[in-house]
């Protein structure tokens, strides 16, 4: 799930150097943004929504299609991924003070599963979604093997990568809070957020506070957010499969939106 243009032997430690810069041998400085900026603000098209821009795994592989829809069931724009053995997403640089509002809150429609998934299998590491957010932090209490990495990564994608990512994911088969370490980098933590056949076709809303998550899962509390992104990625096991993202929020407490979770959206 890395380009093999940018060093793939690095693995996915280098994964979020791509996220956050992009790979690009002229990249152009993107953005930075305080909240998150919504897919239902735009008109429906294949356009990208403003305020992401690509984020391209590997060259030498199918990209994911997003395209802005009209989805009757959110009754409003929503992104709309296609993956057919391809793997891309969409990202956004944040700069936000993690603590000041610790929630994100957001919505996914998945159609169905990618049955042969497993993310805890690098070579079945593939999921219908995925939001990811990226964090920043001191890397001077990082293991020496960690820094050679970040090295590299800032070498090939002219960027510097984010210290930590945390990704929320939808599994086969791990029930949800399950915290999955990646096997390519101890950089990146993956937290199931749905699972199995639970309310497949059918919006579902999540609210987790991730400042908590990432304490649960790398051991003390987060750095500043610097970055988001989506993907949908069916690279390593095949296959065809459509999902839908709904907007994504940053709140400084918990809402309602929370005692709305695994409900159907009216």
Known sequence: MIPFHCARAAGLALLGALLVGGCSSTPTPAPVFADVQPFSANRAGPSLPQGWRPWVINRNKAP?????????????????AVADRSASGLMQRLDVDSPQRPWVNWRWRVTQLIEVADNTDRHAEDSPVRLMLFFDGDRTTLPAAELVKFELARLVSNQEPPYATLMYIWENRQPPGTVIGSSHSGRIKMVVAGSGVDRLGQWKQFERNYVEDYRRAYGKAPGRLIGIGILTDTDNTGGRIEAFYGDIRLNPAATLAALAVAQPVP
């Open 64 to 80: 994911t299609r997003y395209d802005l829809v009209f989805d009757p069931l959110a009754r409003q724009v929503v992104l709309h």
